[in-house]
């Protein structure tokens, strides 16, 4: 019984340690925090935090690939059900809203944009490795509605990063005002998913 106590602690190390550093990022930003602050928050030594994580880069990177990562094969997975396309992007757009906005992942956007250009590895880890996953996912997507004559052929040509640009404002309008101007998330989801799907269809 102890020993299996001590495995689960074991195992649930890594995602109690971002967590940490997703509360050290968002309080003191990149910049500041420390991995000694960041395993005093996640309750252990300093020593510890280094067998998962060398470094706050480390770090860092796998919390995008946990928070946005998760949410972005989460989001592809959505792409073979077999559905009406305003279905599918619904489903899709609202897998962002659950995984991202107004959770500690808004942080990650927070630190991108305050820090990125004193830390460049972290905005070309975003890139290479996030934001070409949601170009394709977005590509995909959008050739899904054609083939099912639900979109428009011509939309294949524009930049589809539109699609997902009003969740996004969402994430920076959170960060701004958090709690004393919070939007009406229902509200702002059926708005943009009904403006996408107006320009979509056409």
Same mark, same amino acid.
């Given at each position: 019984?102890?020993?299996?106590?001590?495995?689960?602690?074991?195992?649930?190390?890594?995602e109690e340690i971002l967590t940490a550093a997703l509360q050290e990022f968002g309080?003191?930003?990149?910049?500041?925090?420390?991995?000694?602050?960041?395993?005093?928050?996640?309750?252990?030594?300093?020593?510890?935090?280094?067998?998962?994580?060398?470094?706050?880069?480390?770090?860092?990177?796998?919390?995008?690939?946990?928070?946005?990562?998760?949410?972005?094969?989460?989001?592809?997975?959505?792409?073979?059900?077999?559905?009406?396309?305003?279905?599918?992007?619904e489903r899709v757009l609202r897998t962002y809203y659950d995984r991202i906005v107004?959770?500690?992942?808004?942080?990650?956007?927070?630190?991108?944009?305050?820090?990125?250009?004193?830390?460049?590895? !972290?905005? #070309?880890? &975003?890139?290479?490795?996030?934001? *070409?996953? +949601?170009?394709? $996912?977005?590509?995909?997507?959008?050739?899904?509605?054609?083939?099912?004559?639900?979109?428009?052929?011509?939309?294949?040509?524009?930049? !589809?990063? #539109?699609? &997902?640009?009003?969740?996004?404002? *969402?994430? +920076?309008?959170? $960060?701004?005002?958090?709690?004393?101007?919070?939007?009406?998330?229902?509200?702002?989801?059926?708005?943009?998913?009904?403006?996408?799907?107006?320009?979509?269809?056409?």
């Amino acid at each position: 019984m102890p020993e299996r106590k001590r495995q689960r602690r074991k195992d649930a190390r890594p995602e109690e340690i971002l967590t940490a550093a997703l509360q050290e990022f968002g309080e003191k930003g990149f910049a500041s925090a420390s991995m000694g602050s960041i395993a005093t928050r996640a309750g252990i030594a300093r020593t510890t935090i280094y067998l998962y994580y060398d470094s706050k880069d480390a770090i860092f990177e796998a919390a995008l690939l946990d928070r946005l990562g998760g949410m972005i094969a989460s989001a592809t997975d959505l792409l073979a059900i077999d559905a009406p396309f305003a279905t599918v992007l619904e489903r899709v757009l609202r897998t962002y809203y659950d995984r991202i906005v107004g959770t500690d992942a808004a942080v990650l956007l927070r630190v991108m944009i305050a820090e990125s250009g004193r830390f460049p590895a !972290l905005s #070309v880890f &975003l890139r290479d490795n996030m934001l *070409a996953s +949601v170009e394709a $996912l977005l590509t995909r997507l959008i050739s899904i509605g054609i083939q099912r004559g639900e979109v428009r052929a011509e939309v294949a040509a524009l930049d !589809l990063n #539109v699609v &997902l640009a009003p969740a996004v404002f *969402a994430v +920076v309008f959170g $960060l701004m005002f958090g709690e004393t101007a919070p939007l009406d998330k229902e509200r702002y989801i059926r708005s943009h998913l009904q403006i996408i799907l107006n320009g979509l269809r056409g």
